[in-house]
């Protein structure tokens, strides 16, 4: 039996203190599928609430820890499915989303959130049933196939409850909103994500995923409707009270805000905790910040090569470079890196960064590209350099659609090449001793002995005749006798053991992939989010444009080019100067958009507006510079608090979503606050409006304690932190874009890694966006008629270089005379 209502209440802020940072650095639904079964799933089936708990005491615990059987199929929207027409169609079949479409032929009565939901609920006064999740979700298509295609337990919901699906990726307000009283309620989280709201849309009981019936003494998904039915209609007072004091209580619990006046923390003590904080989770041996599983965060990496850039004379520094370069150089060998195909997995089920969970990610493709080329940038190995061009290859073939834009997913499930219908993990990517054998049967030209391809290949990335994945990675069976490429020894090492040259080794290796990526092709391909999101893009932008420069690659800047157009035409409501959430792929491969189409949030517009700011310094194309500031002042209007700091998640003025959050985490993405902090620096920078510069100290100030208490939960926040502190560079160019002098200059810049500058180019004319901005611009131009640079900080500004080594040794450690500006 549950304490007093007053012990509940302390009791759910401790619970909250404790999730909030567990939540964000993974997704727990993703990362149980890949645990091997040992751990919490969002097979964890919670169910929250004071009154349920009391009528589930005599059962011990609510929680189901029910894990994944190897014979589980994946519910695909009709991919692969027989040609009988359904049997049921609700209306998410006129909806536009890939995870709506999946449950368009379930035998429940589905609504997509909106008010036509919410007026039923309210006219019929029931309560409301909400499910969360995302098309590449695996325990999200278990719960279809268990539970929402199930006749019995379709019409149980849709006689007694009004049934809400919300696809996380198209309303992440929705999906923040109760994940923060899952969370708060239970000490985790996951997907799919079940909530019961009262008809005004306040939450009394949550969840995640739920097996259909009962397993020992917890109840099922059957049990826990009944009993929500039955309380509903004899204790719904009690029900909605206590719903209504965990709603206040997270209101207050989950506040982020600042007085006026107030200072951000010192940016050198929270960079040193941050950096140690970091230092105590990570793992040595292979890289990462935790043994099993491993996420690749690449915001931590980011702020290991920032501080390094800061502290490069210390101990402390080369620390941090040394554990960023070799993490990213151990993923890159590992088997969450696709050797075949390109591209990054969402994470590592082991410490060694082996076995995958196969689903593959936009926003993870985006970040990592702009890591390996920062690793590039710092250190020279080439090896970081075809990483990132690997990424933008995969991305370009397979997530990019012919408007310019990118989808948002592969999943991790696919059908076997041996055939059946039941999708398995890892299907479309693994390999069996004798596939290999038989397809790379060739003799290895120069190998001595009788040596074929197939015996290099093998060697080399770890192939074994029974599997190489060990049974405690596989826990149901799924990867028996198949192999995860890793790369087990170096190209040298290879080269030695096969008597050839270095040379010939890797042109056998790039063969060997080549012919297995033919036979890739023609396997069952796993289901592929054809969503279009507008926050994945920009950071999508921002990788083509980060990489494009630095490698001066023209085809790369024109496919930034294109999917900044893309986001321009799609996702930009010109007459309502808004950012659009997402767009769709249609059936005739036209961009759709749904009617009415959902708003951009915070995260659409920072996203977007670091990347118009990428793509802007990578071509020195002012018209992206211009539509950077128009954002940015639409951002302020939508999103800032003026009360206390930090931009709200979402537009505080919609009624339907009840808590007003700002996201305090970086997780697998970067949190939108964090990359608003840069985007204001940079754009004070580039525009003199210093009120910029002051929302920026006013929302690091709003999020003071978590900075100074937590900052490893901040990584990219203390990143802009550290900008602010150190001031910004203005590396000014004065000369014609493409004559061959600005170009050197040019490309002396983007051959280092200094995080704390911006880039700009002044070609002459008077009238032009940042003169008319800065007029203090005017005053700087080319010695003679050679391409000049000036370096500025603070308002002074360097001599005039006109060489490339000059410039590179003066934004390495700044030593040269200076003068006023």
């Known amino acids: 039996m549950l304490a007093c209502h007053t012990l509940w209440i302390r009791m759910l802020r401790l619970a909250w203190c404790r999730s909030a940072s567990k939540y964000s650095c993974v997704e727990p639904a993703r990362l149980v599928i890949a645990a091997l079964g040992h751990t919490t799933p969002p097979g964890k089936s919670s169910v929250n609430s004071v009154t349920l708990f009391r009528q589930f005491t005599h059962h011990h615990s609510a929680t189901v820890h029910f894990h994944r059987s190897s014979s589980l199929t994946m519910a695909s929207g009709g991919e692969g499915s027989s040609s009988t027409p359904p049997q049921h169609t609700n209306r998410l079949a006129k909806e536009r989303s890939p995870y709506l479409l999946q449950h368009a032929h379930n035998p429940v009565d589905w609504y997509p959130w909106g008010q036509d939901a919410f007026d039923k609920a309210r006219h019929e006064d029931k309560p409301i049933f909400l499910s969360v999740g995302y098309s590449t979700c695996h325990w999200c298509h278990v719960m279809e196939r268990e539970s929402f295609e199930d006749e019995e337990i379709g019409k149980l919901l849709s006689d007694n409850f009004v049934c809400i699906k919300v696809d996380r990726e198209e309303r992440p307000d929705v999906d923040k909103v109760y994940m923060t009283f899952v969370q708060a309620t239970s000490g985790g989280g996951g997907w799919p994500m079940s909530v019961w709201l009262t008809p005004d849309l306040r939450p009394f009981i949550g969840g995640t995923y739920f097996p259909p019936g009962d397993h020992g003494r917890r109840p099922g998904f059957k049990t826990v409707l009944t009993r929500i039915m039955d309380q509903w209609q004899n204790n719904r007072s009690h029900l909605e009270s206590s719903g209504d004091r965990i709603l206040e209580a997270l209101k207050k619990g989950t506040a982020v805000t600042a007085n006026l006046g107030d200072s951000p923390p010192l940016a050198p003590d929270v960079a040193q905790r941050c950096f140690q904080q970091l230092a105590r989770s990570y793992e040595e041996e292979y890289g990462g910040f935790r043994d099993a599983p491993k996420f690749p965060t690449p915001v931590n990496l980011m702020f290991l090569m920032s501080y390094w850039s800061v502290n490069r004379s210390t101990s402390e520094g080369v620390e941090a470079l040394q554990m960023a370069l070799h993490t990213l ?23 060694s960064w082996h076995v995958p969970h196969f689903e593959k990610m936009l926003y993870d493709q985006a970040q990592l590209a702009v890591a390996y080329i920062t690793a590039f940038q710092v250190s020279g190995e080439q090896i970081f350099v075809d990483v990132a061009k690997d990424i933008l290859l995969y991305v370009s073939r397979d997530l990019s659609d012919k408007s310019g834009g990118f989808y948002s997913a592969e999943d991790a499930d696919s059908v076997p090449t041996s055939g059946g219908s039941e999708k398995r993990e890892g299907a479309f990517c693994v390999w069996t001793a004798s596939e290999v054998r038989q397809l790379l049967a060739d003799v290895a030209v120069g190998a001595s002995g009788p040596t074929t391809l197939a015996d290099v290949f093998m060697h080399h990335y770890g192939v074994k005749e029974q599997g190489n994945v060990a049974p405690e990675q596989d826990p149901h069976g799924e990867l028996q006798g198949q192999n995860v490429l890793i790369v087990r020894y170096s190209a040298e090492l290879t080269a030695a053991h096969f008597g050839v040259s270095l040379e010939t080794v890797n042109e056998l290796l790039a063969s060997a992939r080549a012919k297995m990526a033919e036979v890739r092709k023609i396997r069952p391909r796993p289901h592929l989010d054809t969503k279009m999101v507008a926050s994945w893009n920009g950071l999508m932008l921002s990788a083509y444009a980060r990489v494009g420069a630095v490698l001066g690659d023209k085809a790369l800047l024109e496919r930034a080019v294109q999917a900044s157009h893309f986001l321009k035409e799609h996702l930009w409501d010109t007459e309502r100067q808004t950012v659009l959430r997402s767009c769709y792929r249609g059936d005739q491969m036209e961009v759709q958009q749904i009617s009415p189409p959902i708003s951009g949030f915070l995260d659409d ?57 700002k996201e305090d985490q970086d997780g697998a993405e970067a949190s939108a606050n964090s990359v608003s902090a840069s985007n204001l620096l940079r754009l004070s920078q580039y525009t003199g409006r210093q009120e910029w510069l002051q929302r920026c100290q006013q929302l690091l100030a709003a999020f003071s304690d978590r900075l100074t208490n937590i900052p490893i939960s901040l990584p990219e926040m203390v990143r802009a932190l550290m900008a602010q502190h150190h001031m910004l560079k203005q590396v000014v160019i004065c000369g014609q874009r493409d004559s061959p002098d600005t170009k050197g200059l040019l490309e002396a810049v983007n051959s280092l890694f200094v995080p704390h500058r911006v880039l700009m180019l002044l070609d002459g004319k008077a009238d032009s966006f940042l003169c008319q901005r800065l007029p203090a611009l005017s005053a700087m131009s080319q010695q003679g008629i050679v391409a000049t640079a000036y370096v500025c900080q603070d308002f002074t500004c360097s001599l005039p270089v006109t060489e490339p080594q000059e410039l590179r040794r003066l934004l390495l450690d700044g030593h040269m005379e200076m003068q006023a500006e």
């Open 329 to 351: 150089r151990m993923m890159a060998l590992g088997g969450i890196h696709d050797h075949v195909a390109q591209g990054f997995h969402r994470y590592s089920t082991d410490s």
């Open 605 to 661: 517009y920072a996203f977007i507006i670091c990347g118009l700011l990428d793509l802007y310094e990578a071509t020195l194309q002012t018209e992206w510079l211009q539509w950077a500031e128009e954002l940015q002042i639409r951002q302020d209007a939508l999103f800032w608090d003026s009360a206390g700091g930090g931009y709200f998640c979402c537009d505080p003025s919609d009624s339907t979503v009840l808590l007003q959050l």
